[in-house]
């Protein structure tokens, strides 16, 4: 996990085309540069990234978010950028519930080198439609670049009472699983974030003094900057985060849980080496 929540005393509108949620299986294609700064593990692993967007899109499900412009224009490297353009497009009408993969090959020789991933994804639409006065508004505060250790801190506002958990979702050192990082056994002992109403921060103003959140450089990777997503998510009820899950179980739970029921927003980053 590449953001570590600790406590300083322990030291550390869219509208849906459809309401079936029938599924469609669509061929899809990723591709990833191969470079030697990254383990050919990472290399497929953003390929098939690549390739579940692209199936998205196929199903016409893929839509533009303005926190992969953000983190674009604000990182250095296209590798960098091509991983946030991948994982930052937000899918308010559906979802992938499941993927077979094809085949998983390299092609090219030397600098045209890439690795290629070839799936049929299950991609099915919600079964109900969002609620459109249920908004959340959420951002990193300061540079969405942050040093390994520096802390990472979140503001934001809801205009319905919600409960508000934290994911973290690391493609380079966990591939497409999400990560529980709000509610943890210490920041319960110091945050109340049920039933939310308002502006809101993670950490809390009170409970920054108590708990806080840096940023964690993934070991074994040899580039000097890697792409990683936060995730807030804002429910009317009670919604139970396992520890670490797949993509396609979570959003499998949350279309069950009822697409009315809730509100998500992906906030994209990057962190520096600590040379």
């Known amino acids: 996990m590449s953001l570590s929540l600790v406590s300083r005393f322990l030291a550390f509108g869219c509208t849906l085309i459809s309401l079936s949620a029938k599924a469609e299986w669509f061929n899809a294609e990723g591709r990833h540069p191969y470079s030697r700064s990254v383990s050919e593990e990472t290399c497929f692993s953003a390929a098939f990234l690549a390739a579940k967007k692209d199936a998205m899109s196929k199903a016409g499900l893929e839509r533009l978010s303005s926190s992969q412009l953000e983190i674009c224009s604000d990182t250095v490297g296209n590798t960098n950028c091509e991983l946030h353009q991948q994982t930052l497009n937000y899918y308010d009408d559906g979802f992938i ?5 094809i085949s998983e090959i390299r092609e090219g020789e030397g600098y045209n080198e890439e690795c290629v991933v070839r799936i049929s994804a299950d991609v099915q639409r919600f079964k109900s439609q969002p609620d459109a ?3 959340l508004r959420v951002e990193i505060d300061g540079s969405r670049r942050k040093r390994h250790g520096e802390s990472v801190s979140i503001s934001g506002e809801t205009n319905v009472n919600s409960d508000i958990q934290l994911l973290g979702w690391y493609p380079h050192s966990d591939g497409d699983y999400f990560s529980k990082i709000i ?7 110091f945050d109340e974030l049920n039933d939310v109403l308002g502006n809101f921060s993670l950490p809390s103003g009170k409970a920054s003094k108590l708990y806080k959140i840096t940023a964690q450089f993934p070991d074994d990777v040899e580039l000097n900057e890697v792409s990683e997503v936060l995730i807030v998510l804002a429910t ?13 179980e979570f959003h499998r739970r949350l279309n069950n849980f009822g ?6 927003q992906k906030l994209g980053y990057s962190i520096l080496k600590d040379n």
């Open 259 to 264: 697409r009315e029921n809730w509100k998500m």
């Open 183 to 189: 509610p943890n056994i210490f920041e319960n002992r």
């Open 236 to 248: 009317k009820k009670r919604f139970t985060l396992l520890e670490k899950e797949s993509a396609e």
């Open 133 to 135: 006065n249920f908004a």
């Open 97 to 101: 519930a499941g993927t077979e993969k």
